[in-house]
């Protein structure tokens, strides 16, 4: 069964600290991958995507990175802000049914002053 | 302003009546997809349609119907609401979906449902 896994469940940083989140995934054979932010009780928005051919995806502080050959991805935010606080969501879509996606359950990041 | 509509946003209701949650985009998406939020689960895809009369099941269908008779439109039905049907969803457009793409999907506000 296809499965997206985040790590860590939760994070806690200080203002203006860098932070790593990960993501590994079992789906295959591989379509694309995608972060989102969702803010509390509203819709995702897309961060990066990123297909088979990309390692790395810039957007302002964010920073993706993939490495399909370990099927492992990570979203790095450089100076975090007190308006990063939210769940970072990893998805991944296979090529056989692009489709279709599959979730993580996401990373809830909380920015502390 | 580009955006996906759903409504109502709020919706309280009883068990087994039926009930319609709409979902409009106006930016000619071929594509859309209906998904459920549950604490602890995250997102999990109901329903999606490639294009106009085109819709597959996602992982979770079962007591949901959708129709796509038209490309702006993607309304999920409940016929028959049950409790575990309480949960927050999600409507979200892409443009064209193909294997290897790099496609954006916007996701609508949100609708909470309860079912009592």
New interface residues.
Partial sequence: KNQVEQSPQSLIILEGKNCTLQCNYTVSPF??L?WYKQDT??????LT????S?NTKSNGRYTATLDADTKQSSLHITASQLSDSASY?C?VSA??N????T????TTLTVKP | EAQ?TQNPRYLITVTGKKLTVTCSQNMNHE?M?W?RQDP??????IY?S?NVEVT?K??VPEGYKVSRKEKRNFPLILESPSPNQTS?Y?C?SSPF??????????????TRLTVT
């Fill in positions: 379509s694309n995608r009780g509203r819709g995702p928005v897309s995507i990123m297909t088979f990309e969501i998805v090529s056989t692009a489709g279709k996606s979730f993580g359950d996401g | 996906v594509y997809s998904y602890g689960l995250g997102l999990r895809q999606y490639m597959d996602g992982d927050l999600f979200a979906i193909y294997p290897g793409g790099s496609y954006e999907q916007y996701f609508g506000p949100g």
